[in-house]
């Protein structure tokens, strides 16, 4: 079954200790991207990735890290969490950059909570 | 001033009702336009996308871009319980970046 996955789904934390969300895609997409949700806001882009090794900021990266070393996987860094990056965090997928006229596939998101 | 303005909501309607959403944006550049609906503690999935003005169907779902007043709508007709979703609208930006909308809540009443 084609599908993005993210873990952990729920995560409550406290400011300053370092957090890893994981997240990957088995459709063989070059084109990857960390979103997060709040309300009154919609979807903002945090980072995104066009293939191996290659990332880009998006709207908010501040406070993020992100890596690309194998096609599958995109790991969201937070090295110092802080509350105001208490969210819900979404990852995406699609087959192109250019096709975010293409389908992009989600995750299930991921619930942060920073205390 | 947001690129992708829409209302929050909720917008509550009962069931069969004809469905109107509604979008503005800000920069006439944009060409490419998408529909995703994201239930409970889903992720978004699309539902449409048009490009440029005009009108597209699928099925219950009409998609339609006036881009001489920056307004994309979306119809949905005969609505159905499962239809009670948030609705989000985005835009393409020339560098590819999706700009969304900050979703519409939509419950359809038995």
């Known amino acids: 079954e084609a599908q993005v996955t993210q873990n952990p789904r729920y995560l409550i934390t406290v400011t300053g200790k370092k957090l890893t969300v994981t997240c990957s895609q088995n459709m063989n997409h070059e084109y990857m991207s960390w979103y997060r949700q709040d309300p009154g806001l919609g979807l903002r882009q945090i980072y995104y990735?066009?293939?191996?090794?290659?990332?880009d900021k998006g709207d908010v990266p501040e406070g993020y890290k992100v890596s690309r070393k194998e096609k599958r996987n995109f790991p969201l860094i937070l090295e110092s969490p802080s509350p105001n990056q208490t969210s819900l965090y979404f990852c995406?997928?699609?087959?192109?950059?250019?096709?975010?006229?293409?389908?992009?596939?989600f995750g299930p998101g991921t619930r942060l909570t920073v205390l | 001033q947001k690129e992708v303005e829409q209302d929050p909501g909720p917008l509550s309607v009962p069931e069969g009702a004809i469905v109107s959403l509604n979008c503005t944006y800000s920069n006439s550049a944009f060409q490419y336009f998408m529909w995703y609906r994201q239930y409970s503690r889903k992720g978004p999935e699309l539902l449409m996308y048009t490009y440029s003005s005009g009108n597209k169907e699928d099925g219950r779902f009409t998609a339609q871009v006036d881009k001489s007043s920056k307004y994309i709508s979306l119809f949905i007709r005969d609505s159905q319980p499962s239809d009670s979703a948030t609705y989000l609208c985005a835009s393409l930006r020339s560098n590819y970046q999706l700009i969304w909308g900050a979703g519409t809540k939509l419950i359809i009443k038995p």
């Open positions: 990735s066009m293939n191996v090794e290659v990332t």
């Open positions: 995406a997928s699609s087959s192109s950059e250019k096709g975010s006229t293409d389908t992009q596939y």
